[in-house]
């Protein structure tokens, strides 16, 4: 139990477009939704996290206009990366947890993003 | 088979106790394994990349077996703030990356 998607697993786009990112929680409710970005051979670093029907909280330094979050239902959650550069190619990484008051999060496989 | 598999734990430890978990990986083809820890409500930190021939970082050490496709890590002479979540991580050619479920530990004083 506990499975978290992710869809694409793999996107390149131009730059200048925009990319949408889905996170879901396919056999449970996710109250709480993570996004990560990952530099290779480094740490998760946290960008936002998100409650079920409430804005995203950005961790500083992260352009929320920028890197647009919704948590519209409980299984679903999407990062849209507006207006990409090539300096956006990432890895973008999700978890889900079930209750606001429980630490353990749930990952998801993760998107390669390639901005061209 | 899930393709990286954790004991969930939790692991309740006493204080100065060595405690060892591992996590299985179903892709023999994975090329690179991590340790990452978790503290309660915190993003995951990346504790140690595992190698073929082990390695060791002060009272940790990390050990990979492909034959039987699992890694592990051992810690010694535990501390309280050892308490935490970890997670195994594996990387696969295709730059795939798969987060085990965690296994808690808990340190007793």
């Known amino acids: 139990g506990a499975v978290v998607s992710q869809h694409p697993s793999r996107v390149i786009c131009k730059s200048g477009t925009s990319v949408k990112i889905e996170c879901r929680s396919l056999d449970f409710q996710a109250t709480t939704m993570f996004w990560y970005r990952q530099f290779p051979k480094q740490s998760l670093m946290l960008m936002a996290t998100?409650?079920?029907?409430?804005?995203?909280?950005?961790e500083q330094g992260v352009e929320k206009d920028k890197f647009l979050i919704n948590h519209a239902s409980l299984t679903l959650s999407t990062l849209t990366v507006t207006s990409a550069h090539p300096e956006d190619s990432s890895f973008y990484i999700c978890?889900?947890?079930?209750?606001?008051?429980?630490?353990?999060?749930?990952f998801g496989p993760g998107t390669r993003l390639t901005v061209l | 088979r899930k393709e990286v598999e954790q004991d969930p734990g939790p692991f309740n430890v006493p204080e100065g106790a060595t405690v060892a978990f591992n996590c299985t990986y179903s892709n023999s083809a994975s090329q690179s394994f991590f340790w990452y820890r978790q503290d309660c409500r915190k993003e995951p930190k990346l504790l140690m990349s595992?190698?073929?021939s082990g390695n060791e970082d002060g009272r940790f050490t990390a050990q990979l077996n492909r034959a039987s496709q699992y890694i592990s890590l051992l810690i010694r002479d535990s501390k309280l703030s050892d308490s935490a979540t970890y997670l195994c991580v594996v990387e696969n050619r295709d730059d795939k990356i798969i987060f085990g479920k965690g296994t808690r530990l808990h340190i007793l004083p």
């Open positions: 595992v190698y073929s």
């Open positions: 978890s889900a947890s079930k209750q606001v008051t429980t630490d353990t999060q749930y």
């Open positions: 998100s409650n079920e029907g409430s804005k995203a909280t950005y």
